[in-house]
């Protein structure tokens, strides 16, 4: 329907009788259409077809106050007054503003809901039962004072003091109490019905006799220098830390079996490797986080020197291999042994093919060590030779000797130490 401007000018008899007609049909109509009147009065009705929302201009005639909906629907833009009860009628339940009681009734199974998806529901159902469920996150409860659960007699159920203890109940009387120091069990706490566990004469948890069955800990498990943590009926199996700073594991009956599918033994901040053990792999012992003996699937492997004692346990005598990757026509490599003081013989072996021929070179020198100097090297003991084109120079250095390759083609080069201290 169209809107009007309800000014009726002079004119002729028909023209007028349309503009008329027009005025009724607007005020008929409550001006309903999509777009507002063009002139405007307070307290103007209009039915915004667009909105779908019945309207009432101001008494300022600046604005258009919501009313309630087209389709019979209140809508609400201002403070409003209900002077009586108010009933909210449900499928099933209703839920009545009781003026009265000055209060909301909710009837039985009647839920009121919080949150975008319904996460929190409080209803109490004609079984009787009343339900307050969280479905998301954290429930919580603040109070600027003590906080009690309560029966309908008063009886204490659960106490919270501001600043103070959570109290526990059984028939109101109080049997768990938390403390600044940690919480006071008034009774006997029972474990699984067994487990008698505090005894006032000993501090301790649980009897010989009457041990715990299983003890959960999330965190830690802090016992004190020189306690121990003991297992089996006969403590056969013990760890504890002395206050000397001795730490022990004491398997006194039986075999001592670490089972897992990888093993690593590591100094404290676990920086350092002391063992690694693989399964189907191998087994490594290090020296200072270096490798220096590897299992392998056909035997073992060492990296670095041998040193072996003598009969009273001091270092002796002992032996030193090195062996090179392949060096170039005219590259060096220095074999080196222990800083000490000893003799005895080196070892050179070339080979120019590595995976070939037979163009090997050996030959064996005496040699002195001197800790302090350039080791002295003596005229060649032994040699022999393969096929030719395999050759190599040798002289002494600090604590061994350094061999050149002069093949004229790369060459893989090995050295040992016979060496006696």
């Known amino acids: 329907m169209p809107t009007h401007d309800y000014s009726l000018a002079n004119q002729s008899g028909a023209a007028f009788r349309t503009d008329l007609n027009n005025a009724l049909a607007a005020i008929q109509s409550n001006n309903s259409n999509s777009s507002s009147p063009a002139t405007t009065i307070a307290y103007q009705w209009w039915a915004d077809t667009t909105a779908n929302i019945f309207k009432i201009r101001n008494s300022s005639n600046n604005a258009w106050i919501n009313l309630f909906t087209l389709a019979g629907g209140i809508d609400v833009d201002a403070a409003s007054n209900f002077n009586e009860d108010v009933t909210f009628t449900g499928a099933n339940v209703n839920i009545l503003f009781d003026k009265s009681d000055n209060a909301f009734e909710f009837g039985n199974d009647a839920k009121a809901r919080f949150g975008a998806d319904t996460d929190l529901e409080i209803f109490h159902q004609s079984s009787d039962d009343t339900n307050l469920i969280n479905s998301h996150k954290e429930l919580k409860l603040f109070s600027n004072g003590n906080t009690s659960l309560k029966t309908n007699n008063a009886d204490v159920m659960v106490k919270a003091i501001k600043n103070g203890a959570v109290e526990l109940y059984f028939d109101n009387n109080k049997k768990i109490e938390t403390q600044s120091g940690g919480a006071k069990v008034t009774g006997l706490l029972t474990v699984d019905g067994n487990c008698i566990s505090f005894s006032a004469n000993n501090n301790s948890l649980g009897l010989h006799g009457h041990r715990w069955n299983d003890v959960f800990v999330k965190s830690s498990l802090d016992i ?36 897992c599918n990888n093993f690593n033994f590591r100094n404290e901040n676990g920086s350092e490797n002391f063992i690694h053990a693989t399964e189907n792999g191998a087994v490594t012992l290090y ?10 699937d056909d035997g073992a492997k060492t990296i670095g020197r041998h040193q072996f004692a003598n009969d009273s346990g001091t270092t002796g005598g002992f032996t030193h291999i090195l062996v090179s990757g392949t060096i170039s026509d005219g590259g060096t490599f220095t074999a080196q042994t222990f800083n000490t003081h000893a003799g005895g013989l080196v070892t050179i072996t070339t080979n120019r093919r590595p995976s070939g021929s037979n163009n090997k070179n050996i030959s064996i020198f005496p040699i002195v060590l001197n800790s302090t100097s350039t080791a002295t090297l003596g005229t060649a003991l032994s040699a022999m030779a393969g096929s030719s084109g395999s050759s190599f120079s040798v002289a002494g250095t600090s604590k061994g000797v350094i061999v050149t390759n002069t093949s004229g083609l790369d060459q893989r080069i090995t050295v040992r130490f016979d060496i006696t201290g």
């Open 224 to 259: 004190a220098d020189d306690g121990e943590i003991r297992i089996g009926d006969s403590d056969d199996f013990k760890l504890f830390h002395t206050t000397g700073g001795l730490n022990k594991i004491i398997a006194s009956n039986g075999e001592l079996m670490f089972q």
């Open 287 to 296: 020296y200072d986080n270096e490798a220096k003996f590897i299992t392998d």
